[in-house]
């Protein structure tokens, strides 16, 4: 689905409420929403790599990501449902400006995207990461970098070593990829390319244990009520409009 930009402030929102009541007494259950961004060169596969996460599959064709696309996935981790948003960005500069700040505002984690067989497109990161900069992004949003397209081992322009010495100066995670095949096809399904689903799975987790569920005891005399409270509540003392950042 692409988003109109007037849709936005509908959608940039970290919570939602369940539909049903568990007990008239108890506030309805909150889902936590983590909204990542997936950023990068136009061509690298952030289409493909989101819809593979999302889809469970490659998708058979995609065409230029014009504004946004998102896509998601509700996960449990720990037995808590979390809704996975992936916000799939545009890589082209024209289909993207009036948007890019949309793309950052509460964002939850960064996904930076470059093509193995294309050394453009891992040349102009430090571009994408200066973006985030320059829209604030706090050092406490965790960011990982991923090199897709591993299935084409045989073209690829990006070494491992060089893309593990970008990640490690930048304090990023690296993981190289397939949204395409991530058993690899033209080597025997042996080039041990991360898996688009743990990738994913290892951020949500990183975000879950950056603001866990706490347990609140309340005040002495103030009856039986144990309720569930986000850490970040606990550090503003209320839950405001559900626009937290980690
Ligand atoms: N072989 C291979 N091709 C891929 C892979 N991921 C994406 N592609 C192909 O790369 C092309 C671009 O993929 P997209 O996912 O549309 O790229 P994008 O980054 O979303 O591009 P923009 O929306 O323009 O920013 C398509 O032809 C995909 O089929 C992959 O893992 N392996
Ligand atoms: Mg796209």
Redesign the pocket.
Known sequence: MTLEEDSMADIESSFEFSSSLTSSSLPPPRTRIFKIIVI??????????T?RFCAGK??D?????IGVDFREKVIEIDGEKIKVQLW?????ER?RKSMVQHYYRNVHAVVF?Y?VTNAASFRSLPVWIEECRQHALGQEVPRILVG?????RHAAQVSTDVAQQFADAHSMPLFE?????PYGSDDGGRNNSDHVEAIFMTVAHKLKSQKPLVLSQPPCGAGDTVTLRRQDEEDRGTWGCGCWRS
């Open positions: 990068g060169d136009s061509g690298v596969g952030k289409t493909c790599l819809y490659f998708p064709k995609t065409e230029a990501t799939d960005t545009a890589g082209q289909f995207v093509d897709n397209k591993c299935d084409l990829t397939s949204a395409k095949n």
